[in-house]
């Protein structure tokens, strides 16, 4: 969950810890000297940190559930030191320190993974326990109950505690490994169906993405463009120049209102339209205007031709990428910069 769905969820949901706590201390403040003097110093904190959370960032987020779990640790472990220190009868103090205290000490062990990254998560939780044990043991050492077991309850506690810790440290790591594991996959995904130069899909996504439409039954319409002469873009300023032209004439192809941008191979691009040829005929015009218009590296002047098929024309996706391609070869030999316009069985020049 990002930070910014986290803050909102804490300022929502604060206020009802705001007020479990001002409810316990009005009803049990008398008979706990704990929650007499504790209680109020949390509330405060809560109410800071909402503040702090309503008038921040969402950058802050982190930086106050970090604080949050100090904070509240001090308190639970303040609150187990002042409740052995002011208990004589060790029985008395145990029943003390269950269920509240030990349930908030595992509940705060399990926030460490929620809050921090697994490595200093598992750090914090293994520190708040070695703390709690020598609170603890300083006192269930001297007053162990007979046979030793209260102090054996206790480190039995104690174990399980930090045994709690070190499990959900596991889960955490086997969560992060399917998180890498699942971006790597996402990752060459991307490198599969991605033209990495220029961001726009590449010949393999088209082809899917052509495909599924075809068998939509929508109308589908193509406009193949190969730059002209981009040798000579490349032989005479270099291919640095020539890879950024390649760039900026990306970002011009998506805005063209294709359903598909995609580099079709070195300096061919495709793109597939929904909708009849006039749609893919009007849209090349309108490329082909701005590329014109266009400013490239080394004051480069870019122009292109077209070569423009539709399924209904064709039939087949096949087809109409050898139609497109058929075309957009007479628009080369007519004179590049051009536009040619698959109808029926002949080709026509689009000026």
Same mark, same amino acid.
């Given at each position: #969950? ?9 300022? %929502? ?6 007020? +479990?706590?001002?409810? %316990? ?14 209680? !109020? *110093? ?16 969402? =950058?802050? %987020? ?17 609150? #187990? ?18 269920? &509240? ?8 062990? %399990? ?17 708040? +326990?070695?703390?709690?044990? *020598? ?6 050492? !001297? ?22 810790? +070190? ?15 699942? +971006?790597?996959?996402? =990752? #060459? ?26 068998? &939509? ?80 590296? $080394? ?17 087949? *996706? ?18 590049? $910069? ?5 109808? &029926?069985? &002949? $080709?026509?020049?689009?000026?």
């Amino acid at each position: #969950m990002n930070p910014a769905s986290r803050r909102r969820i804490y300022l %929502v949901f604060a206020p009802l810890g705001w007020v +479990v706590i001002a409810a %316990v201390w009005f009803l049990q403040q008398e008979q706990s000297p704990v929650i007499r003097f504790t209680y !109020p *110093v949390l509330f405060g904190y809560l109410i800071v940190a909402w503040m702090l959370l309503r008038l921040g960032a969402d =950058r802050n %987020v982190v930086a106050i559930e970090r604080s949050t779990f100090w904070v509240i640790a001090a308190f639970w472990l303040a609150s #187990m030191g002042i409740r052995l220190a002011t208990t004589a009868d060790p029985q008395v103090a145990w029943r003390g320190l269950s269920p &509240s205290i030990f349930m908030g000490l595992t509940i705060l062990v %399990v926030m460490a993974f929620l809050w921090f990254d697994t490595g200093p998560a598992l750090r914090n939780a293994l520190l708040l +326990v070695v703390v709690s044990s *020598v609170i603890g043991l300083l006192y269930f050492g !001297p007053h162990h109950g007979p046979g030793d077991t209260l102090l054996i309850d206790f480190i039995r506690y104690e174990m399980y505690l930090g045994i709690t810790a +070190v499990f959900v440290f596991a889960l955490a790591r086997s969560k992060d490994a399917l998180l890498r594991t699942r +971006v790597e996959a996402e =990752r #060459m995904r991307t490198m599969a169906y991605r033209d990495q130069l220029t961001g726009l899909d590449n010949r393999r996504q088209a082809l899917d993405e052509l495909n599924r439409l075809a068998a &939509s039954g929508a109308p589908v319409a193509v406009a193949l463009l190969d730059l002209d002469e981009f040798k000579a873009i490349n032989d005479g300023h270099g291919h640095d120049v020539g890879d950024q032209v390649l760039i900026g004439v990306a970002e011009v192809l998506r805005g063209a209102g294709a359903k598909v941008t995609a580099r079709w191979g070195g300096e061919e691009f495709l793109l597939v339209f929904e909708g009849d040829q006039p749609v893919a005929v009007a849209a090349a015009g309108r490329v082909r205007a701005q590329l014109a218009g266009a400013h490239f590296p $080394d004051g480069v002047l870019v122009t292109a031709s077209f070569g423009i098929a539709s399924l209904a024309a064709t039939g087949t *996706v096949t087809e109409l990428l050898r139609i497109a391609d058929k075309a957009l070869y007479r628009a080369k030999n007519a004179g590049r $910069d051009t536009i040619r316009e698959q109808l &029926s069985r &002949s $080709d026509r020049l689009v000026d």
